[in-house]
């Protein structure tokens, strides 16, 4: 059977990985080189400069692609380094039209560096994909989404945005770190390019910074292979590894962060002192129907707010749980809680975070998986 044709669970411990041919290994080796011996002048075997190429990160860049149903995939050395190679398809002039609720660092690093460079980027709410046709120019040349987004969790409609994207000849990019090649394939739905911070839900186990893009098309890929050797934000071989061996467990883990992360939602949505639960696995959630078409399970990624809308009691949350640890980051195994507007999404000036929903008194939650008894009782300790 073609490895293309295995199920998802299948190509997560299989595709693209095979037994090393030295020696027989059953996992990949860390191939810990910096050179490779050439027989002769150009005569490498694939192989002249880690920079370059690395069999490590070669496996890991054909699993990668096994898993988004791409043709190609491209690893980096964070998701930041991932995003900073695709900005880099611009020239200035160039306009980008983004979901104006995103990840921090990614609007940091479009107002902050690549603005500086006469690209401008248009932050727009796109709930309705059609907002996003007014925006369009003769300069527009990429489309950038995050759905569901980070921390408020909207849905975006994939499959729109990538039609408007065909007809105006534009790049769609899809950040699709939240909800992991386990629940959404965006490049099957028409997105050009997935992006991941493969440090979260891919690596699984908050002990590697890794990023990585997926594409089907060779001329895309061509242009970010280029970027990736010649800016060289590429990741070693042992962070590919750690990457490698997260995958195999993807499915398993991602099984247990959606039952866990349902449970929470709902013992939040009832607890008294809690006042806007955010999970896209709610009915009523914004685009909830759009969610259940793309996506095959909600995920353990929750947002939340306290009734009394005070920074200093989330604050006091914040500091008694003991199973969720006060941290950045995400998708690993164990459960984080966060503050967004004074951690991840810190970069982002306060009125503007405040207009799209982000108040100060937002609280994020990573949930992880252990048993959602604790889990659970550890709230209630933590909310009172």
Same mark, same amino acid.
């Given at each position: 059977?073609?490895?293309?044709?295995?199920?998802?669970?299948?190509?997560?411990?299989?595709?693209?990985v095979?037994?090393?041919?030295?020696?027989?290994?059953?996992m990949?080796?860390?191939?810990?080189?910096?050179?490779?011996?050439?027989?002769?002048?150009?005569?490498?075997?694939?192989?002249?400069?880690?920079?370059?190429?690395?069999?490590?990160?070669?496996?890991?860049?054909?699993?990668?692609?096994?898993?988004?149903?791409?043709?190609?995939?491209?690893?980096?050395?964070?998701?930041?380094?991932?995003?900073?190679a695709?900005?880099?398809?611009?020239?200035?002039?160039?306009?980008?039209?983004?979901?104006?609720d995103?990840?921090?660092g990614?609007?940091?690093?479009?107002?902050?560096?690549?603005?500086?460079?006469?690209?401008?980027?248009?932050?727009?709410?796109?709930?309705?994909?059609?907002?996003?046709?007014?925006?369009?120019?003769?300069?527009?040349?990429?489309?950038?989404?995050?759905?569901?987004? !980070? #921390? /408020?969790?909207?849905?975006? $409609? +994939?499959?729109?945005?990538? %039609?408007?994207?065909?007809?105006?000849?534009?790049?769609? *990019?899809?950040?699709?770190?939240?909800?992991?090649?386990?629940?959404? !394939? #965006? /490049?099957?739905?028409?997105? $050009? +390019?997935?992006?991941?911070? %493969?440090?979260?839900?891919?690596?699984?186990?908050?002990? *590697?910074?890794?990023?990585?893009?997926?594409?089907?098309?060779?001329?895309?890929?061509?242009?970010?292979?280029?970027?990736?050797?010649?800016?060289? %934000?590429?990741?070693?071989?042992?962070?590919?590894?750690? *990457?490698?061996?997260?995958?195999?467990?993807?499915?398993?883990?991602?099984?247990?962060?959606?039952?866990?992360?349902?449970a929470?939602?709902?013992?939040?949505?009832?607890?008294?002192?809690?006042?806007?639960?955010?999970?896209?696995?709610?009915?009523?959630?914004p685009?909830?129907?759009?969610?259940?078409?793309?996506?095959?399970?909600?995920?353990?990624?929750?947002?939340?707010?306290?009734?009394?809308?005070?920074?200093?009691?989330?604050?006091?949350?914040?500091?008694?749980?003991?199973?969720?640890?006060?941290?950045?980051?995400?998708?690993?195994?164990?459960?984080?809680?966060?503050?967004p507007?004074?951690?991840?999404?810190?970069?982002?000036?306060?009125?503007?975070?405040?207009?799209?929903?982000?108040?100060?008194?937002?609280?994020?939650?990573?949930?992880?998986?252990?048993?959602?008894?604790?889990?659970?009782?550890?709230?209630?300790?933590?909310?009172?």
């Amino acid at each position: 059977m073609s490895e293309k044709n295995y199920k998802l669970n299948t190509k997560l411990i299989h595709a693209g990985v095979h037994p090393d041919p030295t020696t027989g290994a059953i996992m990949t080796p860390i191939y810990q080189t910096s050179t490779y011996v050439q027989a002769g002048p150009g005569d490498h075997k694939g192989y002249e400069y880690a920079r370059t190429q690395n069999p490590t990160r070669t496996v890991l860049q054909n699993a990668l692609a096994a898993i988004e149903n791409g043709k190609f995939g491209l690893c980096f050395g964070s998701g930041m380094a991932a995003t900073d190679a695709v900005i880099k398809l611009l020239a200035p002039g160039d306009e980008v039209i983004v979901s104006n609720d995103l990840y921090g660092g990614t609007y940091r690093v479009m107002t902050k560096v690549f603005a500086n460079y006469g690209i401008k980027f248009h932050f727009i709410g796109m709930q309705d994909a059609n907002n996003i046709t007014q925006y369009i120019n003769s300069n527009t040349k990429m489309v950038w989404i995050e759905t569901p987004t !980070n #921390p /408020l969790l909207n849905v975006i $409609d +994939i499959a729109a945005s990538a %039609a408007i994207c065909k007809a105006h000849n534009l790049v769609l *990019v899809c950040d699709n770190t939240f909800a992991s090649p386990y629940l959404q !394939n #965006p /490049l099957d739905l028409g997105a $050009d +390019i997935v992006l991941h911070s %493969a440090t979260k839900y891919l690596g699984g186990h908050s002990d *590697v910074v890794h990023g990585a893009l997926i594409m089907n098309d060779a001329g895309l890929e061509e242009r970010l292979r280029f970027i990736q050797n010649s800016c060289g %934000a590429v990741p070693g071989p042992h962070d590919c590894w750690l *990457v490698l061996r997260g995958i195999k467990t993807l499915h398993v883990r991602m099984q247990r962060h959606c039952e866990n992360g349902k449970a929470i939602a709902h013992y939040l949505r009832s607890h008294p002192k809690v006042g806007k639960v955010l999970w896209v696995g709610f009915e009523d959630h914004p685009n909830h129907d759009i969610a259940k078409k793309q996506m095959r399970g909600f995920g353990g990624m929750i947002s939340f707010t306290l009734k009394n809308d005070s920074m200093d009691e989330a604050v006091a949350v914040l500091k008694k749980t003991q199973l969720f640890a006060l941290a950045e980051s995400l998708g690993g195994v164990e459960s984080l809680i966060g503050h967004p507007a004074t951690m991840t999404h810190a970069s982002i000036p306060r009125e503007d975070r405040v207009k799209n929903g982000l108040v100060d008194s937002l609280i994020r939650l990573s949930v992880g998986i252990e048993d959602i008894d604790d889990l659970i009782a550890d709230l209630e300790q933590a909310i009172g």
